[in-house]
């Protein structure tokens, strides 16, 4: 089993940028893809973006071009940097690989 932990969430305004850090600890052997998910309130859980082992990065459409997925390796550590931050991106983050984490929330509002 691999634990996952979030962090770096937090509130900030309308065009601003944050990152988000998931660390990777317990049988990351078995780690591959990794990706983040979000989930709004009173909305579903939805895929943002994914990165393979090999870095290799798919992004959902709604973040394209605004947001960059990211890991290092050797710290066993996937980022999301966060940049010109809307309203609707305000949502609780998670990352995800066969495992999920507990999630960090972001909050975008001035």
């Known amino acids: 089993q691999v634990q996952l932990v979030e962090s770096g969430g937090g509130l900030v305004q309308p065009g601003g940028s944050l990152r988000l850090s998931c660390a990777a600890s317990?049988?990351?052997?078995?780690?591959?893809?990794m990706a983040w998910y979000r989930q709004a309130p009173g909305k579903q859980r939805e895929w943002v973006a994914t990165?393979?082992?090999?870095?290799?990065?798919r992004y959902a459409g709604a973040v394209k071009g605004r947001f960059t997925i990211s890991r290092d390796n050797d710290k066993n550590t996937m980022y999301l940097q966060m940049n010109s931050l809307k309203p609707e991106d305000t949502a609780v983050y998670y990352c995800?690989?066969?495992?999920w984490g507990q999630g960090t929330q972001v909050t975008v509002s001035s």
């Open positions: 990165i393979s082992s090999s870095s290799i990065t």
């Open positions: 317990g049988s990351i052997f078995r780690i591959g893809a």
């Open positions: 995800y690989s066969g495992d």
